[in-house]
Structures are given as structure tokens and as C-alpha cells.
């Protein structure tokens, strides 16, 4: 490509503040846009040195946007004329700033295209200068124009500008004005171009401020009329600027209402610009790049970034840099602005950005993912920091989300490609050429895999995404949670007015749940009917998978509280009627029990069954006496400093969290797991009663939740002391030693019952709050069989002898051991074992690589050093040993450097006799004869397959029949005849 003309070097901060400081010269303030997300209108700050955050309120811009993806978003309310007139902002008349742009979804969603072609980002900077009511379109033109070519130093002969047509069909005069001032301003006719409604119309969104627009775009070409490539994503003519002039309102109905001023809004990519500038022709050549490609490739040691596209980007790495060096921008940009990921709205799109770029550095960069896109965020800070000031501040905070992040995804992704590779197996088998939508929707809803990301996978496999058959599971499962939500929107929440009827029922008294710290079915009685919103006799005119509320004169089953989940059960008529009851709720002392009529109805005053799920309950009492231990095992590790802020006891894990400075070490989770199996081991018989509140309170070393209301006579557990014996002197200091606490819930009746329990995580969920997830009972056996499974497995390959067996299991041990569900300590300790054992495979690689190089280089120089050579300048030569690519390439570099007037073919069969790696170098006078050495190893390559390349004298190949170097051998020693040596 031809240079556009002579100019200086024009660094990607450098085209910023030239942009900025031209705009300021010319009366523009510079400042922030500080954006809510309630819906008062936003706020200018004069003058800051930021930009608005990348987050905005949604009735801002319509709908579908949860991300600013134009720059025009936080300026809407001075357009409409509904700025508040005290604020600075309504004194603004002119503006410049370069804008953080996400487009990751709603209307304006670059994602897909992100790494198939040079210019599209999810994130990028929108450079932009406003007028608001003071300056229109002789201005913001002359501005444009003169900038571009005076200051920019752009040849104007490559330079287009568009204009708006007009629109008949919506009364819409064609921008003619606009048309004679790039006319006047030195733009040739023949370069200014009509356009659409589609081209030159701009809208942001279905409502709100637009206007005709003006682009400007840039021949990266030149010597040429480019006129008929404009809008025709051409990539080498592209738009870089457009001025909008922003003179309607699109109202409700479609109409264009007239504003009462008329604005300028311009916008201008920025990276783009800068590829302009620097004369690059994709935006990711340029140094708004580079530094991060350089940081990925130190990061994961891949090769060079290439800049190939499609086809030509073979083994996909330089898609993977680009989408990694895209992604992360648009992560950093959005966690800074407060985005944190999770599974809706914005925090949902950031979480899909993180899992799609994980997923391809896994895939292509061969890197374990977990702390990858932290170790490339201080090259960001490096490139922006100054710009952006917020990613400074928020360096630390954004790593942190990210790591807490990508480790998360890290536990599923093993798990979610193996459950995929099964789907895809699956329908080759059965022939079809796509994924089933349940399937999709599956590896989405259970291993967190966005849509997009299993696209790609599908894409990979040579299979489709069946949209339809994706959309009705999503709606299926939809529908399914709408009716949940509906129950527990409806029916489970008892308000105000309901309990107040249910006080002036005769017959309904408090509901007796004393049943539920026992183990047996109960017969109860049923006193009131709740559905929709009305209390009823009967459930006769409950349709078919409706849902109800009962209320019973007593129950057995436990009601959501204290941290510990409801019961799940039935209430049952036999033969008759069964409610299947999928939530408990407890409201002023009324036990709601919610669920579905499988068949037959229930009326009050019928006498029904209580039958809780003990098989459900039976781990929640492990878990929840289990969490009891923990809390004091914490205290007697890490003191008395320890307060419990939360908890969860569910049957498959208990949660606890609780205070803490620092993330607990693995020394002290080893004692913490040491303290809690001990006093499990005691089989303590656990003990509970009602005692009055302020008796209970002086218990020494009574463990309750700070801030929690207790009602009086509080219940109090004991695990392995007699509520009695702790009455007769309740502040005898013995009782710290005693796990004591204020506690509704149900236990086990020994602690042997426990069986154990395993600290599966330790994590910070807030600044100063820790979080321990544990199990007990059979999850923890189970959890400690896996373990000593695993533990053998490191044992078999410790005693491996170093060789590709051992390198093939090795890495295979690193996936497992990433994804292995058992105790954090033991986790840990796997880490470290592991660590050494792959560092002796590392170790005895080089070492063999190192052997493998000296026995090449002594079979060449040995050869070239015989008194009967010392007149030869070429050789052909079969290693006498198995050896690697390595030591080939290693050999033709020592010749290349050190021997240069010889010309050597190497061949070598590689240690697992499976690949021949060969490679040549021809000497100057051999190639001034002509030998080449891409034909010298072609016909290589025509024996032992595969392929070479290289580059000018230097050949290098990789083929598939070991079978065949001795033909090879004799192939590569004929070439040579052809020429006279």
C-alpha cells in the first residue's frame, strides 16, 4: 500500500489529544457525563479529566441498550430541552470528549464479528465534539474538514463525504445545505455523495432525538475514484467520521416532531483514525494493539501475532489474539465502571464477553485459565490509564473480578465441552448436521455456556445451532420459571391484609410447627386455603397446574429460616388428594405450605397426612450441625474476632460466611477441617431447648448472629453439653470450649452423624466478609474417595519414566486436577505435588531435547569435519536417533549461522515413531544454481507427507510416514544430482 503522504509519527495518544486539544482551541469544554442509572437526568461536570461511565439508565436510550454504544447517550436531555436550567450541564454549548463505547449487545451487538475482520470491537473509543444550540453545519463541516487535512495532514484526494438524499415516503427534504458547505469548503463534486435513509438518517433507537448525518470517509487506497465504494464495507474504504445534526424528535407514533434547537453531535472511531494515520490497514496493527498482543504472547508464550484472517489464519491464533485483546478492554472499561458480571442485563453480556474470550485463549493459547486476563490488564492501565484515570484507580478491584471470574468459568468449562462433545457425537451419529436446542440450552443453563460461545463450538465441529428448537426450550424452561415466579409472587407472600384475615378466622390459630425437630410423619388438619389472592373452603376449582398455599393447625414440615432451606414433602388424602408441596414459608406465626394439586382436591377442616422428603432433610441436618462445628472451629483457629454475617444450609453444601480480613491460609483450613472432624469424631449428642432470652444471653461463649432479632423464650443448641448442666452456672468459662448457639433449626441427634466435613472453597465475597463452602456426611465421603483416587493417580505418574507417555498423562492430570471437586487443603496439596512432578517432565523435555540437539549437531559437523568431506558443501543425513522438530530446527540454525557455505537436509523420526521432522538450508552458491529450499523440501514432503515452509533459504517440515525417510532420503540426494556440485 502506497503511503498517503509524509507526516509525522502519529502515536495512538498522540491522534487523542490533538483531537482534544483542537476542539478545546476552538471554545469546546472538555469533561465528564456522569450518567445514572435511575432516571434523573444526568449531570456534566466541568471540567473533569475522564469520560462517562460505559453504563447508562436504559429509558435513556431505549430498551435494548444496557451498555453507552454512541456518544450522543448522555447529552439526550439537552437535545429534548429537558435538562434541569440550574445545572451546569444546561449551560453547556460546546463539548469534546472521546467516549467508551461497549457494543455487546441489544440493537447494537459486535460480538460475533469481533476477530473475523480488522475493525470491529465490542469496546471502542468514540471521539466526538458537540454543539448544543450554538454552532450547525457550516461549523461542525469547516471543523471537520480543516482537522482532517490541515492538522491530521490527510490527502483530501482521499477523502468522501456523503449527505442526506432525502425521504419522499416521510416527507424528509434532501440536505442540500450540507452538500453546497462541503462544496465550499474544497471537496470536490465528484466526491460528495447522496445517501439514504439507512446511510445518512440518524436514529438511536425507535424514540428520540436524530437528524440527517454527513460522513466522512477515507480511501486507504488512493490514486483512484473511489466514489462507488462508499458504504459498500469495502474494508480499505471506510467511514471515519460522521456529523449528525440533530434537528427532530422521533415521537411514539413514528413522527419526526421538530426540536427546539438545533445540535451537532459528531463522532469519530478512533481506532480507526489511528489505523488511518499510521497507515495500517486493519485497526489491529496499529498501537492501540500491539501492547496488548505483545503482553498475550508473553503471557501464554503462542507465536507472533500475524494478522491473518479467515482461511489464511489456519490454526486460529491470530482470531484468538484479536479476540482476547478486544475482550479485555471491554471487560476492564466495564468492571471499572461498576459492571460486575453475573447472569442478567449488562452484568450478563460482560460475563458472555470473559467466557467467550476464555474459552478461545484456552482453546488456541493453550493456557489455564484462571488468572489469564488479569496478567494483561497492567498493559492496559499502561496504554489508558492516562486517559482513563478510573482504570487506574480500579486496577486491583477489576483483577480481582476477573480471577473470581475466569475461575468460576474454569470449574464448568472442562465439564460443559465434555457434555458438548457428547451432544455433538450424538448427532453425528444420528446424522444431523446440528445441535438439538434442548441441548443448547442445557450446556447454557448448566454449565454456563452463552449461546454465542457454543455457536462457535458448533461452527468448529462443522454443526449448526437449531435457533427455533433453541428458542422453544428457553421458553419451555421460561414458562416453567414464570410460573414459578407467579407462585411466589402471588401465593407464597402473604401481605398485611392477608394476615389480617387470617386473624379474624375463627378457627385458624398460629400454626403448631414443634412437629417439624421430629422425624415422623404427622396427621394435621386443614384451616385455610390460599389461592391467587383469596383465602377459599375447597381446592375443586384449582386448574391443573395452578398453585396454592395451605395452612395447616400443625405441621412437621420446616419452614424457610435461620440460613436453612424449606422442606419439600406432600400433604396427602390416600387415595384421594396430594399436594405436592415445593416451598414452606412461615408468616407471623402462619406455616404456608406451597406447591401444586397432582389429583383429587382439599377442603377445610379435611384431617391430611404431613410427609416431608427426609431424604432431602436428612443432609440439611448434617449440613446445617455441621455449620454449628465450623462456626467454632473458625473462632478456635482464627479467634474471637470470628462473626458469622450469613449462611446457607441446603441439602447439597452448607455456606457459611462469615468476618475476616485476610483469605484464610491453607495451614489454617487444615485446622479448621482438623477442629470440626475431631469434635465430630467425639459423637456428641447434641442437645437443644427454650430458654428465656436473658437467661441465654449470659451463656459464656453463646455464639449468635450480630444485629439478628431473637424471639423470647429463644431456642438454644448444644453440641455435646445438657442444656441443664449449662443452667447451672451459665457463665462458667467451660462453655467456650462448647459449640453453643441461638438456633431454630434441625440437627442431627449425634455428631457422628455427621460422618465428616470437607472445606470444598474458602473465598472473599466483600471487603472483610469470607466465605467457606463445605460438605458433610455422604458428600464428604464422597468427596475424599475422588481424593484418594486422585492421590494414586499422582503416585502412578511420579513413578512413570520420563517419556511422551508421561508428558500425554501429565497434561491430562493438569486438566483434572483443575476441575477436581474435593477438600481445599487436599486441592492444594495436589497443586503442589503436581507442580513438582510436571516440573521433572519439563525438566527431562529440555533434557532430552538438549541430548536430541547435541547428537544432530555432532552427526553434521562429524560429517563435515572427515578428512574425506573437507571438499563436500552438502549433506543428507537421517538422525541416527529418534528426535524432535526441536532438534532439526536447531541443527538447520547452527548450519545457517555457523556453516554457511553448506547446504544440509535433516531428517529425524520423531521418539513416538508416529511424525518425521525435516528440514533443509541452502548455502548461496547452491541457491545461485538454482536449488531452492521450498522445492528441496517439497520433494521431501512428497514421500513422508505432511508439509514444509519457510522462508528464503531455509525450509522446515513436519510429515505423517516414518515409514518412508529412507526414500525420502534417496529423494532429497537425487535433487541434488540436478546441479553440478
Not at 453547556?92 to 480488522?118: E, Y
Not at 547446504?903 to 533443509?920: F, L
Request: aromatic letters at 8%; a negative charge; proline letters at 3%.
Amino acid at each position: 500500500m502506497a503511503s498517503d503522504t509524509s507526516r509525522p509519527e502519529w502515536t495512538a495518544p498522540r491522534v487523542r489529544e490533538t483531537f482534544l486539544d483542537y476542539f478545546k482551541q476552538n471554545g469546546h469544554t472538555f469533561g465528564i457525563c456522569k450518567i445514572s442509572q435511575e432516571t434523573p437526568p444526568p449531570l456534566f461536570a466541568i471540567p473533569v479529566k475522564r469520560q462517562s461511565p460505559v453504563i447508562f439508565c436504559r429509558s435513556a436510550v431505549g430498551s435494548d441498550s444496557v451498555f453507552t454504544n454512541a456518544g450522543m447517550n448522555q447529552y439526550k436531555s439537552i437535545f429534548l430541552g429537558t435538562v434541569d436550567p440550574q445545572s451546569d450541564f444546561a449551560k453547556l454549548r460546546r463539548a469534546v470528549n472521546s467516549q467508551k463505547c461497549i457494543r455487546a449487545g441489544g440493537k447494537h451487538n459486535d460480538l460475533d464479528d469481533v476477530g473475523k475482520d480488522s475493525y470491529h470491537h465490542t469496546f471502542f473509543e468514540m471521539l466526538g465534539n458537540w454543539s448544543f444550540g450554538d454552532y450547525f453545519k457550516k461549523e461542525a463541516i469547516t471543523y471537520s474538514w480543516t482537522l482532517l487535512t490541515k492538522v491530521y495532514g490527510l490527502n483530501p484526494d482521499r477523502l468522501y463525504v456523503t449527505y442526506f438524499e432525502g425521504d419522499e415516503k416521510g416527507g424528509l427534504e434532501p440536505d442540500f445545505e450540507a452538500r453546497d458547505l462541503w462544496k465550499s469548503v474544497g471537496v470536490p463534486e465528484d466526491h460528495i455523495l447522496p445517501g439514504n435513509m439507512k446511510d445518512n438518517f440518524w436514529e438511536m433507537g425507535d424514540q428520540g432525538p436524530c437528524g440527517p448525518c454527513s460522513e466522512v470517509h477515507y480511501d486507504r487506497i488512493g490514486g483512484r475514484n473511489a466514489a462507488s465504494l462508499v458504504n459498500m464495507d469495502d474494508p480499505n474504504v471506510l467511514e471515519i467520521w460522521n456529523n449528525v445534526f440533530i434537528q427532530y424528535n422521533r415521537e411514539a407514533d413514528r413522527s419526526l416532531r421538530p426540536l427546539p434547537n438545533k445540535h451537532v453531535d459528531t463522532g469519530m472511531g478512533f481506532e480507526r483514525l489511528v489505523s488511518v494515520l499510521q497507515d495500517k490497514s486493519s485497526n489491529y496493527d496499529t498501537d492501540v494493539f500491539t501492547p496488548i498482543f505483545q503482553a498475550i504472547q508473553n503471557a501464554t508464550g503462542a507465536r507472533e501475532y500475524r494478522g491473518r484472517f479467515g482461511a489464511e489464519d489456519s490454526d486460529g491464533i491470530d482470531t484468538a489474539y484479536r479476540v482476547v485483546a478486544d475482550h479485555v478492554r471491554t471487560l476492564m472499561f466495564a468492571i471499572s465502571d461498576g459492571v460486575m458480571p453475573n447472569n442478567e442485563g449488562r452484568g450478563y453480556v460482560i460475563r458472555r464477553v470473559l467466557r467467550r474470550g476464555a474459552r478461545y485463549a484456552r482453546k488456541y493459547f493453550q493456557v489455564e485459565i484462571g488468572n489469564f486476563f488479569s496478567k494483561l490488564v497492567p498493559t492496559v492501565v499502561e496504554q489508558l490509564g492516562g486517559m482513563f484515570p478510573e482504570l487506574v484507580k480500579k486496577q486491583q478491584d477489576v483483577m480481582e473480578v476477573l480471577d473470581e471470574e475466569e475461575i468460576s468459568f474454569a470449574k464448568t468449562l472442562d465439564r460443559g465441552e465434555r457434555q458438548f462433545e457428547q451432544y455433538a457425537q450424538h448427532a453425528k451419529v444420528k446424522g444431523d448436521d446440528k445441535l438439538h436446542g434442548a441441548d443448547v440450552w442445557r450446556l447454557y443453563d448448566t454449565f454456563g455456556f452463552p449461546v454465542d460461545l457454543t455457536q462457535i463450538m458448533a461452527e468448529e465441529r462443522g454443526l449448526r445451532i437449531d435457533d427455533a428448537e433453541f428458542e422453544e426450550a428457553r421458553l419451555k424452561a421460561k414458562e416453567a420459571s414464570k410460573g414459578q415466579k407467579k407462585t411466589a409472587e402471588n401465593l407464597v407472600k402473604l401481605d398485611v391484609h392477608d394476615l389480617g384475615k387470617l386473624e379474624k378466622m375463627n378457627d385458624v390459630r398460629k400454626t403448631d410447627d414443634s412437629a417439624k425437630f421430629g422425624r415422623e410423619n404427622i396427621t394435621a388438619h386443614v384451616k385455610a386455603i390460599y389461592h391467587g389472592k383469596n383465602f377459599y373452603e375447597s381446592t375443586d376449582k384449582v386448574a391443573e397446574g395452578e398453585q396454592l398455599g395451605v395452612i395447616l393447625d400443625c405441621t412437621n414440615f420446616y419452614a424457610e429460616q435461620g440460613g436453612q432451606e424449606a422442606d419439600t414433602g406432600r400433604i396427602i388424602i390416600d387415595g384421594k388428594a396430594e399436594l405436592e408441596v415445593g416451598d414452606v414459608q412461615v408468616y407471623a406465626g402462619y406455616v404456608l405450605h406451597t406447591g401444586f394439586m397432582k389429583y383429587g382436591s382439599l377442603s377445610v377442616g379435611d384431617s391430611v397426612i404431613c410427609e416431608y422428603d427426609e431424604l432431602r432433610r436428612w443432609p440439611i441436618r448434617n449440613n446445617h450441625t455441621g455449620t454449628h462445628i465450623l462456626n467454632f472451629a473458625l473462632r478456635e483457629v482464627l479467634g474471637d474476632g470470628i462473626d458469622q454475617k450469613g449462611s446457607l444450609v441446603s441439602a447439597e453444601k452448607l455456606r457459611f460466611d462469615f468476618s475476616h480480613k485476610a483469605a484464610v491460609s491453607d495451614a489454617d483450613l487444615e485446622k479448621i477441617e482438623s477442629k470440626s472432624t475431631e469434635y465430630i469424631r467425639q459423637n456428641c449428642t447434641v442437645y437443644s431447648k427454650e430458654l428465656p432470652l436473658a437467661t441465654a444471653q449470659q451463656i459464656s461463649g453463646v455464639r449468635a448472629v450480630f444485629g439478628e432479632t431473637y424471639p423470647d423464650p429463644v431456642r438454644v443448641v448444644s453440641v455435646g453439653v445438657e442444656i441443664e448442666e449449662i443452667l447451672r452456672n451459665v457463665k462458667d468459662p467451660r462453655w467456650e470450649q462448647v459449640s453453643i448457639e441461638f438456633c431454630g433449626g434441625t440437627h442431627v441427634q449425634k455428631t457422628g452423624d455427621i460422618k465428616d466435613l470437607i472445606v470444598l472453597e474458602e473465598s472473599g465475597i466483600a471487603k472483610g466478609i469470607r466465605r467457606i463452602i463445605a460438605v458433610t456426611g455422604e458428600e464428604a465421603h464422597e468427596v475424599q474417595r475422588v481424593a484418594k483416587d486422585f492421590e494414586a493417580r499422582l503416585d502412578r505418574l511420579e513413578a512413570m519414566p520420563l517419556g511422551p507417555q508421561k508428558e500425554r498423562e501429565s497434561k491430562q492430570v493438569q486438566v483434572d486436577l483443575n476441575q477436581l471437586v474435593v477438600s481445599a487443603v487436599r486441592k492444594a496439596q495436589f497443586r503442589t505435588r503436581y507442580a513438582a512432578i510436571n516440573k521433572q517432565v519439563l525438566d527431562g523435555q529440555k533434557a532430552q531435547q538438549k541430548l536430541e540437539s547435541k547428537m544432530a549437531l555432532e552427526a553434521i559437523t562429524s560429517y563435515f569435519d572427515a578428512p574425506e568431506n573437507k571438499d563436500s558443501t552438502t549433506l543428507v543425513v537421517k538422525l541416527p536417533m529418534p528426535a524432535s522438530a526441536k532438534a532439526v530446527s536447531e541443527s538447520i540454525n547452527h548450519v545457517k549461522s555457523k556453516l554457511q557455505n553448506k547446504s544440509v537436509y535433516v531428517m529425524a523420526v520423531d521418539p513416538e515413531q508416529t511424525r518425521v521432522a525435516h528440514g533443509c538450508h541452502v548455502a548461496k552458491d547452491l541457491g545461485d544454481k538454482g536449488a531452492s529450499a521450498s522445492e528441496w523440501a517439497s520433494v521431501v514432503s512428497s514421500s513422508v507427507g505432511g508439509k514444509a515452509g519457510g522462508k528464503g533459504a531455509t525450509s522446515i517440515g513436519n510429515g505423517t510416514n516414518p515409514d518412508k525417510v529412507d526414500e525420502a532420503v534417496a529423494l532429497a540426494t537425487e535433487y541434488l544430482s540436478k546441479f553440478k556440485l
